[in-house]
Each structure stands twice: as structure tokens, then as C-alpha cells.
């Protein structure tokens, strides 16, 4: 797609390489995390749970405050734990249903490996 001046213009679902941009650290941490551990569920169930963690507390600073999550709010990481009291009610059935889903592949995924 151009735009007017004859630049293109990227549209989400369209760039292969954000993609692979952000599959690679969740599948590298994974792999890292199996290589130290030695068991596939523990690894996923870990890394999955780290980057889980993380795209909730970026979809909640993006919904209060339009900012994505950086590493320097990694930092600030008590002080957020401290204000998320108040905010606690915010959270919608697609946080609680992307939390369970996650939890059952863990599930699925101990009981496959045994």
C-alpha cells in the first residue's frame, strides 16, 4: 500500500518481520530455560508465565496511560504493585480467560511430556 507522497505504509498483519521480531525472545527464553532445565513443560510453563506476565501489565499501561511497557518500567515494578490495589477492578474476562488458557496448555502440555 502507498501513501500519497509514494512511501509505503506498513498495516499490522503485514510486516513478516515483526513477527519474527517478536517471536524470538519468548522462543529463545524458552529454549535457554530448557537447555538450564532440562524439561520442556517446566520451560514453557516459565517463560510462558514471564512473558505473560509482562503482556498483561503492557496491555494495562497502554489502556491508562497510552504508553507501551518499557524496560525502565521494569524498575518501577513495586510501585505499579502498590497503585494495581486501586485498579484491581479494572480487569476484564479477557485477562482471566487469557490467564486459564495459559494455565491449561501448561496443564496439557505436563501431561503430554510425562
Known amino acids: 500500500m502507498q501513501s500519497a507522497s509514494g512511501t509505503r505504509l506498513l498495516r499490522r498483519g503485514h510486516v513478516p518481520e515483526l513477527l519474527w521480531l517478536n517471536l524470538t525472545p519468548p522462543v529463545l ?3 535457554f530455560l530448557w537447555f538450564v532445565l532440562g524439561r520442556a513443560w517446566l520451560s514453557v510453563a516459565l517463560g510462558g508465565g514471564v512473558i505473560t506476565v ?3 501489565a503492557d496491555h494495562f499501561k497502554i489502556m491508562f496511560r497510552d504508553d507501551p511497557l518499557t524496560a525502565a518500567d521494569l ?3 513495586a510501585e505499579g504493585l502498590n ?3 486501586s485498579y484491581i477492578s479494572a480487569i476484564g474476562a479477557e485477562v482471566f480467560l487469557a490467564v486459564g488458557a495459559f ?4 496443564l496439557i502440555l505436563a501431561v503430554i511430556c510425562r
Do not use: F, R
Open 29 to 31: 527464553l524458552i529454549l
Open 54 to 56: 509482562l503482556s498483561v
Open 75 to 77: 524498575g518501577l515494578a
Open 83 to 85: 497503585m494495581a490495589n
Open 103 to 106: 494455565a491449561l496448555s501448561v
